[in-house]
């Protein structure tokens, strides 16, 4: 079933889920965290929720997903290309 599927997939996988879970954790660990703590003045689950978890992380990791596979297959076509010489 996983067969195939690109070691930088899970990379992706486990930062996302990491992420979640790291912040899940503080939730339920920190008393008072999700309503008295303020970011720059802004509660903190709408900077770490709402700006990091749902722009920056997606961003990195489909940069990630599109990247390093990409930069493989150019590897791939060097080799190649010097063993035909």
Same mark, same amino acid.
């Given at each position: 079933?996983?067969?195939? *599927?690109?070691? +930088?997939? !899970? !990379?992706?996988? %486990? ?8 912040? !899940? ?7 008072? $965290? ?7 003045? %802004?509660? %903190? ?9 749902? !722009?920056?992380?997606?961003? *990195?990791? +489909?940069?990630?997903? $599109?990247?390093?596979? /990409? @930069? /493989?297959?150019?590897? @791939? /076509?060097? @080799?190649?290309?010097?063993? %035909?010489?």
């Amino acid at each position: 079933m996983f067969k195939g *599927i690109h070691p +930088s997939f !899970w !990379w992706g996988i %486990a930062i996302i889920y990491g992420y979640a879970l790291v912040f !899940w954790i503080i939730e339920m660990s920190v008393p008072g $965290f999700i309503y008295y703590t303020k970011i720059g003045g %802004a509660p %903190a689950p709408y900077v770490y929720g709402l700006t990091i978890g749902l !722009w920056i992380i997606p961003l *990195i990791v +489909s940069f990630l997903w $599109f990247w390093i596979p /990409e @930069q /493989e297959e150019k590897k @791939q /076509e060097m @080799q190649s290309g010097k063993g %035909a010489e």
